[in-house]
């Protein structure tokens, strides 16, 4: 795909294509079946969740008119996007005052098929303070080869949504998400995530990590294998950080060391 210029508008529609359905997804934020639970997300009205207009202290936009709005979701949910929200700050060394989103909850075109429309999803698009970019989810803005920064800030962005959630999906996943960033809690639920090597989105991530965040090209294929296993452990010994990425507390140090090298803040 060709990078287009920073000032270009980039709406989801443009991204995902001009079909009706697509459009409609446009409108309704990303549907995703989560191939890595045997949950199935039970849908809920949303009158029957609590709205959000901040997080963070930051207001939240919506993507497609960047104006306020009000976000339902679970108030555990809600909760743990604080919580993301905090770390991150803490570790990048970075406050923001608007969050851009394309949406929580949203009614799914079939039933059970959505955490959007359990509540217990949300797709991040900016992290903004005083109008300028501190993060960005638009290809436009991690491509653009003028700002390499903007890639590594992406990376350093979904480091600290792995450390809380264990199904984030970002660019790497499919087409769909080159826009923005999917996160829900269906797979780790109420907890922080642990890394098991079995799963493609988090070994995409920690490929991902190596080679734009950490200087040690990776081949991004999603899966566990021993060149990256190899380069992980380089960067583990080399930080201390210890020496089995599945054990929970080496998972959590070295994606919180990742954050911080992405921002430069590790000096």
Request: net charge positive; glycine share 8%; charged share 20%.
């Amino acid at each position: 795909m060709p990078v287009l210029s920073r000032r270009t508008p980039l709406s989801r529609r443009a991204l995902l294509g001009a079909s009706t359905g697509l459009a409609v997804l446009a409108l309704a934020g990303c549907t995703v079946d989560n191939p890595l639970t045997r949950d199935r997300p039970t849908p809920v009205p949303q009158n029957s969740l609590p709205g959000f207009t901040t997080l963070g202290g930051a207001t939240l936009l919506y993507e497609e008119d960047r104006r306020p709005r009000e976000f339902h979701l679970t108030a555990g949910f809600h909760d743990q996007l604080e919580a993301w929200y905090a770390e991150w700050s803490e570790l990048s060394g970075q406050s923001a005052d608007r969050i851009r989103s394309y949406g929580a909850w949203t009614e799914a075109a079939t039933k059970g098929t959505s955490w959007h429309n359990a509540g217990r999803a949300f797709d991040l698009c900016a992290l903004m303070a005083n109008g300028s970019v501190l993060a960005s989810m638009r290809r436009d803005q991690w491509q653009n080869p003028d700002d390499p920064a903007m890639l590594r800030r992406y990376w350093g962005v979904a480091a600290s949504l792995h450390l809380h959630f264990a199904y984030v999906l970002t660019y790497l996943f499919d087409a769909n998400h080159s826009n923005h960033i999917h996160i829900d809690n269906a797979v780790s639920g109420a907890g922080m995530s642990t890394f098991t090597g079995r799963s493609k989105v988090q070994n995409q991530a920690v490929q991902a990590l190596s080679t734009h965040v950490w200087g040690r090209p990776t081949p991004i294929n999603g899966s566990w294998d021993s060149p990256t296993q190899r380069e992980v452990r380089f960067v583990l010994r080399s930080r201390k950080l210890g020496d089995d990425l599945t054990a929970q507390p080496v998972w959590q140090a070295y994606l919180r060391a990742s954050v911080r090298r992405a921002y430069g803040t590790d000096q």
